[in-house]
């Protein structure tokens, strides 16, 4: 079963790779968009919603890591699937440091493609449903901080906070089980769901951008904390780390 009336904009400088997605994904019930390049890119998302973005690394002109890092840097906070054609794995985690939310090498199966948006799509829509019991309220207050759990926002002294589909479920899970140290596989599976593709390092990049987002020093966090041999424990109500606490090796 797809996902009703979510819409995909697929930004790809291949017009045979484009005509064959759009052809695929419409055939399984999606509303697809696509373009070659950054304008265009640009133009469709400052005026329509989209679900998923589907972004080509190799672009001619700003390329699809740029284009990846530019949105982030604006707030755009659309879940990113990136295509590569580059099969070094250090190639890939610099598209999730840049802000992606997953990747598939090229060549790919156009099953796979849409194996890994529908997936998705309905973690951006039902997100939390892996999530474990979740605090009262609706909210969860830390620090300066209100994650709102049903809005998917995060709020610092009312002001709304740029972040990720992936970022949110992270934060999310880490909220939902304070104090409680979390293996990297736990998050992978009570963030994304158990059959989710994930990796212990694309786990660590996003604690890694979660950490320069809500903590005042990323190097000494106050609030997700890293738990040697194991994973991380989130910290509610940790007062502020001193100067004699020393910084946290990056995970």
Do not use: N
Request: net charge neutral.
């Amino acid at each position: 079963m797809t996902d009703a009336l979510a819409r995909i904009l697929v930004a790809d400088d291949e017009p045979d790779l484009r005509a064959l997605l759009e052809r695929y994904l419409g055939d399984h019930g999606y509303a697809v968009r696509t373009v070659d390049g950054a304008g265009p890119l640009d133009r469709l998302l400052a005026r329509e919603r989209f679900d998923v973005l589907v972004l080509d690394v190799m672009m001619p002109g700003e390329d699809g890591l740029a284009i990846c890092r530019r949105l982030r840097t604006q707030g755009e906070t659309i879940p990113i699937l990136m295509l590569t054609a580059r099969g070094d794995p250090v190639d890939r985690i610099v598209g999730l440091e840049m802000g992606a939310d997953d990747y598939l090498p090229k060549p790919f199966q156009p099953r796979e493609l849409l194996a890994r948006i529908q997936a998705m799509v309905r973690r951006q829509r039902m997100l939390g449903a892996h999530a474990g019991p979740a605090p009262s309220a609706g909210r969860v207050a830390f620090g300066d901080f209100t994650l709102w759990l049903d809005e998917r926002r995060l709020e610092r002294a009312g002001q709304d906070l740029p972040i990720t589909t992936a970022e949110f479920a992270l934060l999310r899970v880490l909220a939902g089980h304070p104090h409680r140290p979390l293996g990297r596989d736990r998050l992978i599976a009570l963030a994304h769901g158990p059959a989710h593709a994930a990796t212990d390092r694309s786990i660590d990049v996003q604690v890694m951008r979660l950490r320069k987002l809500i903590e005042a020093d990323p190097a000494r966090p106050r609030h997700i904390r890293t738990v040697w041999g194991v994973g991380y424990v989130f910290v509610p109500d940790a007062a502020a780390p001193s100067p004699a606490d020393g910084a946290e090796a990056a995970p």
